[in-house]
């Protein structure tokens, strides 16, 4: 703790006051159904035009191919409200994110994502109970922001829970 002088009198200040409300996080934020999403802009690696997934289909998770590369695709309107993205008129997006061990995979979004700057201490950790109940355990925080003349709630998803790490042991060939 260190003391800062003034004309009339010596205060302790906290060194750490005021440091969490400078710390921020930017997030790309997107639309997925009636949801508003995020994704912390460190795990983005880019956002491309979308390219049709391929797969069985019963799934909400695909494969796709960008830059001659095979990369696997969520589907997070299937995957949360159990419904494939409603076909748009126009273009759609694929946000491509990598999950703690640098794997690549794609997030079909309906519309061009946006970029959020935040304070840390205006987002908050969701409830562990929370997740195990809701289609909403691949998010890890939440935070809300004030839209023109209403409040919006935006989940921030875990990557490590959208793309779980797998280690090549993992694999069964």
Do not use: W
Not at 3 to 10: G, N
Not at 110 to 123: A, E, F, R, V
Not at 134 to 162: G, K, M, P, Y
Request: net charge negative; hydrophobic share 40%; proline share 8%.
């Amino acid at each position: 703790m260190t003391t800062k002088i003034t004309s009339d009198y010596t205060s302790p200040v906290d060194p750490y006051l005021g440091k969490q409300e400078s710390r921020r996080c930017k997030l790309l934020v997107f639309q997925t159904g009636t949801l508003t999403l995020a994704l912390p802009v460190n795990s983005v690696k880019k956002i491309t035009h979308y390219s049709p997934m391929e797969g069985s289909g019963t799934t909400a998770v695909g494969l796709i191919y960008v830059d001659e590369m095979e990369l696997t695709a969520i589907d997070l309107h299937k995957r949360l409200f159990k419904v494939p993205q409603p076909p748009r008129e126009g273009r759609q997006f694929l946000i491509l994110a990598k999950n703690s061990i640098e794997e690549l995979f794609a997030i079909l979004v309906p519309q061009t994502p946006s970029m959020l700057d935040l304070p840390l201490s205006q987002i908050r950790t969701l409830p562990e109970s929370y997740r195990r109940g809701d289609t909403l355990e691949i998010a890890s925080h939440v935070t809300r922001v004030q839209d023109n003349d209403h409040l919006v709630t935006i989940f921030v998803l875990d990557v490590d829970r959208l793309v779980p790490p797998m280690g090549m042991g993992d694999f069964v060939f």
